[in-house]
């Protein structure tokens, strides 16, 4: 009995087509991976920069705080001491705007005022110092709180146009001289 060895001729491995639909697997992948990581920066970014307008608007509130209300009621005061003066976190915000009012909030006599006794600026690209919308030289003889607003918008990293806003109301308690 004799037994016959056959010889095969056929390799194994894999075939164009395989290796073709493995390549287009690893592409969408790559692919994706991409696209998520542009996403992921973009919200990182976006979330920097709402830090940052949080910092700005908290740096405001905190120097108008320091300000004796005498101070705070005085026109010539605030455009010197604060719109004048950029504060450390607003590098990262693009086309930034910046709007202060100081309103009159509460009269002498009790009356709630209505928002056209103020003393307001507005901050931005085209004028970097401040441009004095209205002032009112009599808040602090004429109102016992004041109303400071502080708004600021800026255009973020995907384009799109940003506002942060904080108040604060501050009484005749604190009186400088």
Request: no cysteine; aromatic share 8%; glycine share 8%.
């Amino acid at each position: 009995m004799t037994t016959q060895i056959r010889k095969s001729n056929k390799e194994n491995g894999f075939s164009l087509a395989e290796v073709l639909v493995a390549l287009l697997i690893s592409a969408v992948f790559g692919a994706a991976v991409f696209a998520t990581n542009q996403r992921l920066l973009f919200a990182l970014k976006s979330q920097r920069e709402t830090t940052a307008a949080s910092m700005m608007l908290q740096e405001r509130v905190e120097t108008f705080r320091g300000f004796g209300y005498s101070n705070l009621a005085n026109k010539d005061y605030v455009n010197n001491n604060v719109v004048k003066v950029a504060t450390t976190s607003e590098a990262l915000l693009n086309n930034l705007s910046e709007t202060i009012n100081v309103v009159g909030y509460l009269t002498s006599a009790g009356a709630a005022g209505d928002g056209t006794a103020l003393n307001s600026w507005t901050r931005n690209t085209a004028h970097p110092s401040g441009q004095e919308n209205s002032h009112y030289d009599t808040l602090a003889t004429d109102f016992d709180l004041l109303k400071v607003d502080i708004v600021i918008s800026w255009t973020s990293a995907n384009g799109r146009s940003r506002t942060r806003e904080l108040q604060t109301i501050v009484g005749k308690g604190n009186v400088s001289g």
